[in-house]
T-cell receptor
Framework: KQEVTQIPAALSVPEGENLVLNCSFTDSAIYNLQWFRQDPGKGLTSLLLIQSSQREQTSGRLNASLDKSSGRSTLYIAASQPGDSATYLCAVRADSWGKLQFGAGTQVVVTP | GAGVSQTPSNKVTEKGKYVELRCDPISGHTALYWYRQSLGQGPEFLIYFQGTGAADDSGLPNDRFFAVRPEGSVSTLKIQRTERGDSAVYLC?????????????FGPGTRLTVL
């Protein structure tokens, strides 16, 4: 059974520092991995999707890497801003139907 | 364009009552998913629709939960005889299907509270 873990559960950094968020999964047979952002009381906003054949994806200040063989993905957020404060979730798609399995998330606070 | 919408945004009900939660997917998306998110946890899969049919309902916790999508667009999640443990945020997502990309787009969720 696929297990997705995100460590740490919470992270606080001063504005301007780079953020590094980790996601690990137990079964490397995945179709893709998605990173989401969730603001309090809100739904999920998709940030990046990495196909299983890809090693990384970039969008603006965000960069996500994928190492399937070791079951790891890392989301980097450069030059963090207070507006980056949110919970970040990773999810793996492990079947052809598209069902996602999520980690519990990392709650990020960026202090001014 | 319009994203995924869900109604109501909040629902408070009493134990034992019946509730219906509605999801309007992005126009043209054939894949529709329901997830449930408890406090401090990531969303957990409930059911997946491809068109009108439920292709995978393995995440429904028991037979009190049922979902329909009669015309292949709007979906309704129905919960009978609600219990306090059903309290959670219910999220709906839609996406294209038939391709490996299959990015899912989520709605804002319905927060269900069972008293």
């Amino acid at each position: 059974k696929q297990e997705v873990t995100q460590i740490p559960a919470a992270l606080s950094v001063p504005e301007g520092e780079n953020l590094v968020l980790n996601c690990s999964f137990t079964d490397s047979a995945i179709y893709n991995l998605q990173w989401f952002r969730q603001d309090p009381g809100k739904g999920l906003t998709s940030l990046l999707l990495i196909q299983s054949s890809q090693r990384e994806q970039t969008s603006g200040r965000l960069n996500a890497s994928l190492d399937k063989s070791s079951g790891r993905s890392t989301l980097y957020i450069a030059a963090s801003q207070p507006g980056d404060s949110a919970t970040y979730l990773c999810a793996v798609r492990a079947d052809s139907w598209g069902k996602l399995q999520f980690g519990a998330g990392t709650q990020v606070v960026v202090t001014p | 364009g319009a994203g995924v919408s869900q109604t109501p945004s909040n629902k408070v009900t009493e134990k034992g009552k019946y509730v219906e939660l509605r999801c309007d997917p992005i126009s043209g998306h054939t894949a529709l998913y329901w997830y449930r998110q408890s406090l401090g946890q990531g969303p957990e899969f409930l059911i997946y629709f491809q068109g009108t049919g439920a292709a995978d309902d393995s995440g429904l916790p028991n037979d009190r939960f049922f979902a329909v999508r009669p015309e292949g667009s709007v979906s309704t999640l129905k919960i009978q005889r609600t219990e306090r443990g059903d309290s959670a945020v219910y999220l709906c997502a839609s996406g294209t299907s038939g391709d490996s990309y299959n990015e899912q787009f989520f709605g804002p969720g319905t927060r269900l509270t069972v008293l």
